[in-house]
């Protein structure tokens, strides 16, 4: 169904909805695909008119692994160049964090020093479609004419070409082909159906019988307290200050306060 609530009928549906595929309306629960949400930061950056004039800054995508994480610099022919990216496991958040930038910078400059010297254009955070082993979902479900292409977490891009040629002999043959086999969604069980929530009659028996009453957060205000509420009077004289304690200064409200 579409927006404007007009039906499309066909006999294949390719599901490729990114880290939402898992969000679809009406798609039964046991065939909803197994995909969360994986954060990543990145940058974009702009080469200085004076240091592109004197060449290309990189002059192809340079991809690193420092201090156990990965990280990618590609060079765009406007002159900019893109810095990414973290991996986050933080649900649907994309905010933008001042220690994910700086990671990012910190290991590129370790990859590429003269990254410093570049001004900062953008900071982004989107969010990657993860299955629980991390590899992409391809072909058909447990619904029969339901295909998914999902779940590539960080290789969306780079898998985007081998995809088109398996979904399209998925759609043309029923069949992923060979290479792509281990990647078939039905490697993962499908997902328990979550039980219906009990109606009132069911929840009496239930409890033998005896039903919840709801809670009266009424006080009964005919009813006077079980003790005593009159003011409680000190026994004897009130102690005296001891007379080695000097009284507290006050500072007035108005006064300067430290930081």
């Known amino acids: 169904m579409l927006a404007d609530g007009a039906r499309v009928a066909a006999g294949q549906v390719v599901l490729a909805g990114g880290s939402l595929s898992g969000r679809l309306a009406g798609v039964p629960g046991d065939v909803v695909p197994p995909v969360r949400p994986v954060k990543g930061q990145l940058l974009r950056l702009r080469v200085p008119a004076p240091l592109a004039a004197a060449g290309p800054f990189l002059s192809r995508t340079v991809r690193a692994v420092v201090r156990g994480g990965q990280i ?73 004419g339901l295909v998914l292409a999902t779940g590539h977490h960080r290789n969306g891009v780079l898998l985007t070409p081998v995809t088109g040629d398996v979904l399209a002999e998925v759609l043309t043959t029923g069949e992923p082909p060979p290479h792509a086999r281990p990647f078939t969604p039905l490697r993962f069980p499908p997902a328990p159906a979550e039980p219906a929530p009990a109606t009132a009659p069911a929840r009496e028996a239930a409890s033998g019988g005896h039903a919840r009453q709801p809670y009266d957060a009424s006080p009964p205000y005919d009813t006077p307290p079980p003790y005593d509420t009159s003011p409680v009077t000190p026994a004897g004289p009130a102690p005296a200050p001891a007379p080695d304690r000097p009284a507290l200064a006050t500072r007035p409200t108005d006064a300067p306060q430290e930081p």
């Open 72 to 144: 990618y610099l590609v060079p765009r022919v406007n002159g900019e160049l893109i810095v990414g990216a973290t991996t986050e496991e933080l649900g649907w958040d994309t905010t933008v964090t001042a220690g994910g930038l700086y990671e990012l910078l910190r290991d590129a400059h370790e990859v590429l020093p003269g990254v410093t010297e570049l001004e900062l254009v953008e900071t982004l955070a989107g969010l990657r479609p993860g299955s629980p082993d991390n590899a992409p979902l391809l072909g058909p479900t447990r619904l029969p």
